[in-house]
Every structure is written in structure tokens, then in C-alpha cells.
């Protein structure tokens, strides 16, 4: 029997080859892509084509001419969807340069969101050359709530915001508990891509009736949680199996956080629980990072209030100072616990093979994680600069891990399938088909590699040649394009 995989798969090879006949009298397109290997993770359509763009839409995928305005001859590319970070802490200029030159076209914070939902992008005021959106943030709402402060996101100005100690360690009354929720529901009112929950960094904090709530809210709007679970000593599956249940209950859609760097040595078996939960009927997905370094502040709860050298089974020689990349001493992570609490740290312990299951998932994600960077003199990870082309360099081409579809599917498709339960913009990315925003990264299958590691965090990735934003080149030849800005802020705007 003819499976409905097929069918799309045909039905989009026809759409390819016939429908520049019915477009051929039309004005010019705005861009036209030549020769390029076209590839749609949707339909599995990978083939030579044409792609005419108009409008910031895709109009045309065929085999015949096509007359646009402006021509990139692909031959030897591969023309794939725009890439999709669902988890980054960095929208500044720096961070969407660096971020564009690794083929990403959306960047969104999920994990810990913003209250309101617009303070992720201030520097994104006067226009963005990338997407970008948030989910509204429950730190920030416990902060106003339990603190009586407002803190909107994770950066203020080209500062990281310190946290108040008191809405990360103090647990809420029932009252502050229903404050929150008020608060919740403003904020995806307002647009918020779902619930963001730092749950491992106020462990002691959030209640069984708290973390309930916030499921519950999510649940009654049908939007996802994104979840940094309750971590455990290597890989203790007790803090996924706490929100498996509450997803389960309520039918909230969920998102556990970069499971790799939770689930540690238990990858395989947090896997297998997730997909024993969606056979039930639950909405569980994940995401990973392509770096094995974990990247946090000095002051998360992890580190100042828990046994991290037994949770990571590291030391702190395994610990990175981001600002200088010097390896600690217990004397110098003391004195930056002291003076520097907002500090960064790579911490290194995550290993290739925990990674290799993860990105062999069907349904994973590929995230960056990335820390905040606001310019080269202060270095940050390499997540930043290289995340996707190293899947693309190291995971594909070199190792053979995925195959170059499936890596896409991890890097476009999945993250976009997911997030339109957020916000019905994601129908139309994450694909090449006609209709589609045009959102496309171009690239050479055989030179694409991240440059990027701990300790030169800023290098470029190379083999990324056009990146393109709403129909627009950004990056063209593999040089970024000033002065251009159709990024958008993407909002959850369906009918409350």
C-alpha cells in the first residue's frame, strides 16, 4: 500500500518540475537560486532545481529557467531550509552575526524565557537581521512575585542581570502560587512561544503545587513548557520522570531542555521513557547541543548548592573561566563564586557518546545554548559561532552519525513541526515548499565545518555561503550584509 510519505514525496516532485509554467508571464522574481541541490526534509524532495522568491515567500521550485531580479548560481550547494535554534541566550548583535553565519535564521529563547516577552530583543530595536522569539519566562515571574522585582530577562543592556537569590531559593504561598499563574496567561496573551521553567536552578524552591501550575497553564492554552528538569547524580532519571507524569496528566505539550547535558550517561534509557510516554498518547520532544561543554553561571544552583563534582563526576580542573578560558583551582573558583557570580563556566563533561545517541533520535532537536556575547574582547563558548555547521562538518560528512537529511530534519524540520503548536508562523518555516517563507541557508556539503572551539569562540563556520532571512540575502558569499533587517519577532498569535 502506497504509504502517504510517498505520495508528498510525488507530490512535490510533480509541483517542481510543472509549476514554473503557470508562474512564466509574472514579473521577475525578487531572487532566484540556480542549480542548487534543493532538499525539504517534509516531503524528501532532494533534487537540482531552480527556487523562485518574491514577497519573502518561496513561489517556484522547477527544473526549467527562471527570470529573477537578482541570480545566486547554487551549483554544488545544497539549498536547504533556514536553520532553527530553539534554545539561545544571546539576541544582541554579536550573537545574530555569529549565529547568521552558522546558517541559523531563527533564534529563540524557550528554555528560560522573558516576562514580558519582548524584552528578548532589545538590541534588536532599531531592526533584526534574524528571527526571534521567547517563551514568557517563569524566572522572571517569580522574581516580580516572590522578590518584588522586576527582571525581565536574563540581560539588561550589555550586562548579564544578577539573579535575585530570593526567587530562586525561596519556596511560594499558595497566593504568590496564583499570582503566577495571573501572570502566565499575561504573558502568552502577549505573545509568549509557551512556558520557559529553569527548574534546576531553584530545586528547592518550586513546590509540587508550583511546577503543577505551570503545566496546568500550559495545558490550558495548548502551548509547550520548556523544561530544564530537576537534575540528578549522573543521569538519575528522577527529574524527567517528575515532569513525564505532569505532561501525561495534564496533556501539556513538553520540551525537556538540552537532554544530553541532563541525562548524561542515562541518554539511552531517558530516551526510551520519553517514547514509552508518547506511545501512551503523551507530547514529549527534546533538544540537544552539538558542543559537549555545558555553559552556565558560576552562581546557578547547581554549583552553589549542590554536590556538582559528584552530579558531573568532574573537578574543578574540568571547569572553564569563560572570560579568561583558564582551568580552575578550588582557590580561583572560590574567588569567582565570591566576586563574579554572574560569571560564565564551561564545565566539561559530557561525553561523544552520549551526544551520537542523542542526535540519532528521530524526533531530536539541534540547539546552540548559547551564552550571552556582546563583543570579541570577552570570550564566551563556541556554541555560539558553530553548532549546526559542526553537525553538518563532524556528525555527517566525516563520522557518518546522520545522514545529510536527517541532520536537516534535526535542524529545520523537527523544531519547526513542534513550535506550531506555539505560534502558526512555524507552519510556514522548517521547509522548501511553495508557500513557504523563504528562509534558506545555502552551503557546501563538502567544505561546511565549524572553526569555533573552547578558546576561540568567535571563529567564523566556513562553508556557509548564502544565508537568507524573509527573501533577503544576509550573508552572500559567505560575508555578511549590513544594513538589511527582515528578521521578525515571532509571537503566539492564535485566537485565545
Known amino acids: 500500500m502506497t504509504s502517504l510519505r510517498s505520495i508528498l514525496i510525488l507530490v512535490s516532485t510533480v509541483i517542481a518540475v510543472t509549476f514554473f509554467s503557470s508562474c512564466s508571464s509574472e514579473r521577475p522574481f525578487d531572487l532566484v537560486i540556480e542549480n542548487g541541490r534543493v532538499i525539504d526534509p517534509e516531503t524528501a524532495f532532494d533534487d537540482i532545481a531552480n527556487v523562485g522568491i518574491r514577497d519573502g515567500k518561496i513561489l517556484a521550485i ?30 544582541t548583535p554579536l550573537g545574530q552575526e555569529l549565529n547568521l553565519a552558522d546558517g541559523i535564521t531563527t533564534q529563540l529563547d524557550l528554555e528560560a524565557g522573558a516576562f514580558p516577552v519582548g524584552a528578548y530583543g532589545e538590541h534588536f530595536a532599531k531592526g533584526a537581521q534574524i528571527n526571534y522569539g521567547a517563551s514568557v519566562g517563569h524566572a522572571y515571574i517569580r522574581t516580580k512575585v516572590i522578590a518584588k522585582v522586576d527582571q525581565s530577562y536574563l540581560l539588561k543592556g550589555f550586562e548579564v542581570n544578577a539573579p535575585e537569590v530570593s526567587a530562586f531559593v525561596q519556596p511560594a504561598t499558595p497566593e504568590q502560587i496564583e499570582q503566577m499563574r495571573e ?16 527548574l534546576d536552578y531553584m530545586t528547592s524552591a518550586v513546590s509540587k503545587d508550583e511546577l503543577s501550575m505551570l503545566f496546568e497553564v500550559a495545558a490550558a492554552r495548548d502551548v509547550p513548557i520548556y523544561v530544564h528538569v530537576r537534575r540528578g547524580i549522573a543521569g538519575d532519571p528522577a527529574g524527567l520522570i517528575e515532569v513525564i507524569e505532569l505532561a501525561e496528566k495534564t496533556n501539556a505539550p513538553l520540551m525537556v531542555c538540552h537532554i544530553t547535558h541532563n541525562a548524561m550517561g542515562g541518554i539511552e534509557q531517558w530516551l526510551t521513557l520519553m517514547d514509552e510516554a508518547n506511545a501512551r498518547g503523551a507530547r514529549i520532544t527534546t533538544e540537544t547541543l552539538s558542543y559537549l561543554a555545558g555553559g552556565t553561571m558560576i ?65 531530536m532537536m539541534v540547539s546552540t545554548d548559547a551564552l550571552p556575547v556582546f563583543d570579541r574582547t570577552a570570550p564566551s563558548n563556541p556554541n555560539v559561532s558553530g553548532s549546526f555547521a559542526l553537525v553538518l562538518g563532524e556528525f555527517v560528512r566525516e563520522r557518518n552519525v546522520l545522514t545529510l537529511n536527517e541532520a536537516l530534519t534535526r535542524m529545520t524540520l523537527n523544531q519547526a513541526q513542534w513550535l506550531e503548536i506555539a505560534s502558526p508562523a512555524f507552519t510556514k518555516k522548517g521547509r522548501i515548499q511553495l508557500g513557504m517563507d523563504a528562509d534558506l541557508t545555502l552551503f ?5 565545518q565549524a572553526n569555533a572551539d573552547y578558546g576561540k569562540p568567535y571563529l567564523k563556520s566556513t562553508g556557509i555561503d548564502y544565508v537568507i532571512v524573509a527573501g533577503q540575502l544576509v550573508i552572500e558569499n559567505g560575508e555578511a550584509i549590513n544594513d538589511v533587517y527582515p528578521g521578525q519577532r515571532i509571537l503566539n498569535t492564535r485566537v485565545k
Open 299 to 363: 552562581s546557578a544552583d547547581v554549583f552553589s548548592r549542590r554536590d556538582w563534582r559528584t552530579i558531573f563526576d568532574i573537578d574543578y580542573g574540568d571547569v572553564q573561566w569563560v572570560d579568561t578560558g583558564e582551568w580552575l583551582t578550588k582557590e580561583t573558583w572560590d574567588k569567582y563564586a565570591k566576586e563574579k557570580p554572574t560569571g560564565m563556566i564551561n564545565h566539561h563533561y559530557v561525553k561523544d557518546e552520549w551526544l551520537v545517541s542523542a542526535l540519532r533520535w528521530p524526533k
Open 183 to 198: 501572570l502566565l496567561f499575561k504573558g502568552l496573551d502577549a505573545g509568549g512561544l509557551g512556558v520557559g521553567v529553569l
Open 62 to 91: 522547477t527544473r526549467e529557467s527562471l527570470n529573477g531580479t537578482k541570480t545566486i548560481d547554487a551549483r554544488g550547494l545544497v539549498v536547504a531550509p533556514g536553520f532553527i535554534d530553539v534554545h539561545s541566550h544571546t539576541p
Open 444 to 448: 557546501n556539503p563538502d567544505t561546511v
